[in-house]
């Protein structure tokens, strides 16, 4: 089945891992700037990295067929210096130009401190500014329902329009709130400390199919390029009929990223749908 | 009870996941031995408290466990710290009443 990984961090992956995908029926992958695992020493390293997400990346996608496309910011583990960070958001004006960039991310919070919450705002007035659509990066762990709210009411004051905006990590314990307020869901598939592919099943059964997706957001840590495919298995193995696994990663992604006139649906979403 | 969203029945449900559960539960009943048998370092660690605090949620009868279990390990609070010292977390809140 032709499937869309909207949030994996190919930097960290081998070119074994394209291909992996690409065989498991990937047609297109959406990559958020994020931590390296290691704070870097300055804005020209920031430079660096979104050449390689919107030059480098697309042509090691290309070459096994799948699409690259990614989101520019300053990450929010790397945000607690606000002179740094302004100085790596003052680049992003310029990378907002490459064909592949769908928006502003994944901005957000990871401690929920005050600095984070500054450049946060700073981050959605930006991409106001030039009309982006923005995606969430949610803490983990003990401060992901503070640090979600946190996030919303900010998107909330700055008066973003939520159909614009995917709140990404959510769990059993903010997806509700975060689709009420009608924002777009992600589900993180993790080996360790985020959702599960059934824990993901379990979530689409209680809180409905409308708004929500999956994805491996693999990087650099314990992570799975795969986990995608392999909560379609998971879908399959539970009696969900094939429908199930195209709405979540392949209809819903394309609607939500066909906002961004930079999102070119791939050729085989055309494909027909299987009735479930 | 929740509305029936699972397209297996609950027979199906069992034959497909307990076997898995069964070793899961394992796994946690021997950390806790392991705990036991460990010495040194400190007595108290707010991580154990709130473990063995959500473990009874599991069979309290009510639904929604998940969902129950990650709100009682959340901070609960609504302002943003003053300054983060640490990118990590710890898996529950340090200040919370465990």
Redo the contacts between chains.
């Keep these: 089945m032709a499937y869309i990984d909207p949030h994996i961090h190919m930097v960290s992956r081998t070119t074994d891992d394209y291909r992996r995908m690409a065989e498991a029926g990937c047609v297109a992958i959406t990559e958020p700037a994020f931590w390296a695992g290691f704070d870097r020493s300055s804005p020209a390293a920031f430079a660096d990295y979104f050449r390689q997400l919107t030059q480098v990346e697309p042509k090691r996608a290309a070459a096994y067929g799948i699409d690259h496309y990614c989101w520019l910011c300053i990450n929010p583990k790397e945000a607690e210096d606000p002179v740094f960070a302004r100085e790596v958001i003052a680049l992003v004006p310029e990378f907002l130009k490459a064909d592949n960039v769908l928006g502003i991310g994944e901005i957000g919070l990871n401690k929920n401190s005050k600095n984070e919450m500054a450049i946060l705002e700073e981050q959605i007035e930006l991409a106001k500014q030039h009309n982006q659509m923005i995606l969430v990066h949610t803490p983990h762990l003990e401060d992901k329902l503070k640090g979600t709210r946190l996030t919303m009411d900010a998107l909330k004051n700055a008066d973003v329009d939520p159909g614009r905006v995917l709140i990404d990590h959510v769990e059993e314990h903010t997806v509700a709130e975060v689709l009420d307020r009608g924002f777009w869901a992600g589900m993180t598939l993790y080996p360790d400390s985020k959702c599960t592919p059934q824990r993901a099943v379990d979530i689409i059964e209680c809180f409905g199919n409308e708004r929500i997706w999956i994805n491996s957001a693999g990087d650099w840590g314990p992570s799975d390029p795969l986990s995608v495919p392999k909560c379609h298995r998971e879908m399959h193995r539970r009696g969900h009929g094939p429908s199930l696994a195209e709405k979540i990663s392949l209809h819903n992604p394309i609607a939500f990223l066909s906002q961004s006139s930079a999102f070119k649906p791939p050729c085989e979403a055309a494909r027909p749908t299987v009735s479930a | 009870m929740?509305s029936p969203?699972?397209?297996?029945d609950v027979g199906k449900t069992v034959d497909?996941?307990f076997m898995e559960h069964r070793a899961k539960l394992l796994d946690i009943a021997a950390f806790l031995d392991r705990l036991d048998r460990s010495s040194g370092g400190p007595a108290d660690d707010v991580r154990i408290r709130a473990l063995k605090q959500v473990i009874p949620l599991l069979i309290d009868g009510q639904g929604?466990r998940?969902?129950r279990i990650?709100?009682r390990?959340?901070?609960?609070?609504?302002e943003?710290?003053?300054?983060?010292h640490?990118?990590a977390?710890?898996?529950?809140?340090?200040h919370?009443d465990y």
């Excluded at chain 2, 969203?5 to 297996?8: E, N, Q």
């Design positions: 929740p969203t699972c397209p297996l497909l996941y929604n998940t969902q990650l709100e390990l959340s901070d609960h609070t609504s943003p710290i003053p300054a983060a640490t990118k977390a710890i898996g529950v809140d340090p919370g």
